[in-house]
């Protein structure tokens, strides 16, 4: 096959991938759309309580007036940041984690049922415990979000690490590398894709984390806006922080992502090189 034929295809290939995309797009506009046109309708002709589930149209109206007065806007900031800072925590400390237990397989031996029983464990049951060691402030719920996808990232990418074929290992040390160095130049870039995907995991484990954590302790925060909402029977409050957490958490994980599409970018080129 010529250079010319190949580069039709390749260009008919991407036409044809853009066309995907923008088709996946348009449906997942539609069912949004009937989501909340069915949930508008059903509110209205009482097919279910708007005094409990509310409607798309209060809920909206009801975020602009808070967003406008500027009270909405704290409890976002506050929920963001503890989520970004628990979730690049977790995120790093798991990949730590994993590190020390690829270097020394007696130290994996060891800690094994630990790591099993920390996975099975309910973490949210620690919360109570969390908080009064750390204190009911910022830094319990914080560290609510980097527990809960600290201890699956361990797993995940400790699991990786120990698939990596193993002639790759040997070919290294064969040439006289180190194990840092093997871990650096095969084990690493080979669990890359891992890594990244264990990234789009820990975005809604760490939301769990910090809205449970909100929920327990805080005076500020999305979660905390549930909670007293439902204390004071405002349900279009409820809802409205649950749509901000939705939205949050789908805005992030899109910025994962992109970060995902990049680094395999440059991997690749890496590799070509």
């Given at each position: 096959m010529d250079n010319k034929s190949s580069e039709q295809l390749h260009e008919q290939y991407k036409k044809k991938f853009k066309h995907d995309k923008r088709i996946i797009f348009a449906w997942q506009l539609v069912i949004l759309a009937l989501f909340f046109g069915l949930w508008e309708l059903?509110?209205?002709?009482?097919?279910?309580?708007?005094?409990?589930?509310?409607?798309?149209?209060?809920?909206?109206?009801?975020?602009?007036?808070?967003f406008a007065d500027?009270?909405?806007?704290?409890?976002l900031q506050v929920t963001v940041v503890e989520t970004i800072i628990g979730?690049?925590?977790?995120?790093?400390?798991?990949?730590?984690?994993?590190?020390?237990?690829?270097?020394s397989s007696k130290v994996a031996?060891?800690?094994?049922?630990?790591?099993?029983?920390?996975?099975?464990?309910?973490?949210?049951a620690l919360g109570p415990i969390i908080i009064v060691a750390?204190?009911?402030?910022?830094?319990?719920?914080?560290?609510?979000g980097a527990l809960i996808s600290a201890v699956i990232t361990t797993l995940v990418v400790y699991s990786a690490f120990k698939e990596v074929d193993p002639n790759y290992v040997n070919?290294?040390?064969?040439?006289?590398?180190?194990?840092?160095?093997?871990?650096?130049?095969?084990?690493?870039?080979?669990?890359?894709?891992?890594?990244?995907?264990?990234?789009?995991?820990?975005?809604?484990l760490s939301w769990v984390g910090i809205i449970v954590g909100e929920f327990l302790v805080s005076k500020e925060g999305l979660g905390y806006?549930?909670?007293?909402?439902?204390?004071?029977?405002?349900?279009?409050?409820?809802?409205?922080?649950l749509l901000l957490i939705a939205v949050c958490a789908a805005i992030m994980y899109k910025v994962v992502e992109k970060m995902e599409h990049v680094l395999m970018k440059h991997t690749l080129i890496?590799?070509?090189?």
């Open positions: 059903a509110s209205s002709l009482l097919w279910i309580d708007p005094l409990l589930f509310s409607s798309p149209s209060k809920v909206v109206t009801q975020i602009i007036d808070k500027g009270n909405f806007l704290v409890h979730f690049l925590i977790g995120t790093v400390l798991g990949v730590i984690l994993a590190t020390i237990l690829w270097t031996q060891v800690t094994n049922p630990y790591l099993f029983t920390a996975n099975v464990m309910p973490k949210v750390l204190g009911p402030g910022y830094l319990a719920i914080t560290a609510m070919l290294l040390k064969s040439f006289g590398a180190s194990r840092a160095q093997c871990f650096r130049e095969a084990v690493f870039p080979a669990t890359l894709p891992t890594i990244i995907s264990t990234l789009k995991v820990n975005v809604g806006l549930i909670i007293h909402g439902f204390q004071v029977f405002d349900f279009t409050l409820v809802m409205s922080a890496n590799q070509k090189k």
